[in-house]
């Protein structure tokens, strides 16, 4: 049987490879969340902080693609 830390390394996200420093960001963070916060309050802490940067990432990505054309 398999500890709970294997298992929870398992279910947990990858961090993305490549040159993006966000998605890497994105990645830790999400794995903090999952691995190693004990409390249900520091996971909704957590949890609103990967939901404020995803938000700010697609932000800036329409900002982008709006001054790309």
């Given at each position: 049987?398999?500890?709970?830390k294997?298992?929870?390394?398992?279910?947990s996200?990858?961090?993305?490879?490549?040159?993006s420093k966000?998605?890497n960001?994105?990645?830790?963070?999400?794995?903090?969340?999952d691995?190693?916060?004990p409390?249900?309050?520091?996971?909704?802490t957590?949890f609103?902080?990967?939901?404020?940067?995803?938000?700010?990432?697609?932000?800036?990505?329409?900002v982008?693609?709006k001054?790309?054309?």
């Open positions: 049987m398999a500890s709970q294997e298992d929870r390394k398992h279910q996200l990858p961090v993305v490879s490549g040159n966000l998605s960001l994105r990645g830790r963070v999400w794995n903090v969340i691995n190693t916060t409390t249900l309050a520091s996971k909704v957590l609103a902080c990967y939901v404020n940067i995803n938000d700010v990432h697609k932000k800036t990505s329409k982008i693609k001054l790309s054309l």
